[in-house]
């Protein structure tokens, strides 16, 4: 009868492979944010470089500028301000949150890898006792054989 190799922990195995698809998941999430959060930034970069080239054109040398348009193009442009450094905040705390998924991406691939390792080794263990087992087998069927060689030739 051929036994079959079983790995004890495999239902920890594929607990820990499930999390790591788990985790995998987040930090795609956690990368997808960071991109659309970036691209906001970008956005509002943008605008506000548009209004700082406006104001350069219209504020340029010898040109008088009315309180008013002043007023509109400085307000615009704070408002463009508190947005880029909000912005900013918050693609900080996304590139955060992607980080400790990474980590924890890492880790769990570490903790899969030592098992995997592991079910290798163990089924390296059972092959070779298994090997053992058929040499051991062997042997004694040669040495039946001899035997019986030996009594057959006496008599």
């Not at 970036?38 to 340029?60: F, N």
């Not at 769990?108 to 006792?129: Q, T, V, Y």
């Amino acid at each position: 009868m051929t036994r079959r190799f079983r790995y004890v922990l495999e239902p920890v195995r594929l607990q820990r492979d499930w999390s790591l698809m788990d985790l995998r998941q987040r930090l795609a999430a956690c990368n997808a944010a960071v991109a659309a959060q970036e691209r906001k930034t970008g956005e509002l970069q943008g605008q506000a470089e548009s209004v700082r080239q406006a104001w350069r054109e219209i504020a340029g040398p010898a040109r008088a500028l009315r309180p008013d348009t002043l007023q509109g193009y400085s307000s615009y442009l704070a408002q463009l301000e508190r947005g880029l450094a909000e912005a900013a905040e918050a693609l900080a705390a996304r590139e955060r949150e992607r980080a400790h998924a990474a980590l924890a991406v890492a880790q769990a691939m570490r903790e899969l890898d030592a098992l995997e390792r592991h079910k290798a080794d163990r089924h390296a263990d059972f092959i070779a006792a298994g090997d053992k087992a058929q040499m051991r087998d062997a042997d004694d069927h040669w040495s039946i054989l001899r035997t019986r060689r030996a009594h057959v030739g006496q008599a």
